[in-house]
């Protein structure tokens, strides 16, 4: 459990009140940009589901399964920030090693900012969502490609893919995502 959260000393408090029984009900993650707030908030919530109680990080049970991918149906990420630097990041290095966990790397990065698309967050804002839900729908369908991993081996095949998921991507941020989080989305979430 937590082990691909490095170096943060709320890991391991984590990790603690949740062997003993004593995990808050509810708690806050804050600190500075790319601190590991979300990986651990995202780590936490795989612990929590996962169906064995040591919840290591390669745990095979299907509910770590979906959460690795961040495909969990109970999962839901809202926020205002900016996804440009990680698809970049990610999609160089997934396509540098494609058989890497980079892979991994570049799905999870994908599917943070999809996350932020849910149906359930845009209830009664129809009209905003149907502006990005074709866009949603297009990169999904996209980064199902790479879900089951294969290679891509039809001459740049693979590159075309990730330099088209990483451009609705970004076309997706843009549109979609503002500034602030919207009160609206806050209330779908509680």
Do not use: Y
Not at 57 to 83: K, Q, Y
Not at 145 to 150: G, S
Not at 173 to 186: F, R, V
Request: hydrophobic share 40%; aromatic share 4%; net charge negative.
């Amino acid at each position: 459990m937590f082990e691909n959260v490095l170096g943060q000393e709320a890991a391991q408090r984590l990790e603690a009140d949740l062997s003993s029984g004593s995990l808050p009900p509810s708690l806050l993650f804050a600190g500075p940009v790319t601190s590991g707030k979300g990986t651990t908030a995202l780590e936490l919530a795989r612990a929590l589901s996962c169906e064995k109680k040591e919840a290591p990080w390669n745990c095979s049970c299907p509910s770590c399964e979906r959460h690795r991918l961040l495909a969990h149906p109970d999962l839901l990420m809202v926020g205002p920030r900016s996804f440009s630097s990680e698809l970049a990041a990610s999609a160089a290095a997934f396509l540098r090693e494609p058989e890497s966990a980079a892979r991994m790397l570049f799905i999870r990065a994908v599917r943070k900012l999809l996350s932020r698309f849910s149906p359930i967050l845009w209830e009664g804002d129809e009209t905003k969502f149907s502006k990005v839900s074709t866009l949603a729908a297009s990169l999904g369908e996209d980064l199902e490609e790479l879900c089951p991993p294969r290679v891509l081996t039809d001459g740049g095949g693979l590159k075309k893919l990730v330099d088209s998921i990483v451009a609705t991507a970004l076309k997706l941020e843009d549109e979609g995502i503002s500034d602030s989080i919207p009160i609206a989305q806050i209330r779908r979430l509680a």
